[in-house]
């Protein structure tokens, strides 16, 4: 199967579904990105981010966690750092928060024997 928006290549299984299409891990990350969404704040304080890029002040609660768990113990399967992060928090919010530290070039995701790693860029 191929992404409907890169052209990439997906393995079986790994599709993942947004609005009707077939996309990579990648492109669904980034469809999920707040900056593409109707959300003035959200781009508003992704372009202040930008602007401001490095400085941890910038970043909210869970997006440090984010950081802060990656800076520890290196990359992490999504689903158990959402086991980590406990029950505050659920994979749609984590994706979104995700999306806005890729944004930043602060996080990526990696695959490593098939499976989706999320690390520092
Ligand atoms: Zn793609």
């Known amino acids: 199967m ?6 990439a290549t997906i393995e079986q299984g790994e599709e993942r579904q947004h609005n009707g299409q077939n996309l990579c891990e990648d492109c669904y990350i980034d469809a999920l990105s707040p900056l593409k969404a109707c959300d003035p704040w959200a ?6 981010l930008e602007k401001l890029t490095g400085s941890p002040s910038t970043l909210t609660p869970l997006q440090s966690e984010i ?8 990359p992490i399967e999504p689903p158990l750092l959402l086991q980590k992060l406990g029950a505050k928090v659920t994979m749609p919010q984590l994706e979104r928060e995700f999306a806005t530290l890729r944004h930043m070039e602060r996080v990526r995701g990696e695959k490593r024997d098939g499976k989706v790693y999320w690390r520092l860029w």
Not at 43 to 48: D, E, L
Not at 67 to 74: A, H, T, V, Y
Request: aromatic share 0%; proline share 0%.
């Open 2 to 7: 191929k992404c409907d928006k890169c052209n």
């Open 43 to 48: 781009v508003h304080s992704a372009k202040s």
């Open 67 to 74: 950081l802060k768990d990656l800076e520890r113990n290196g």
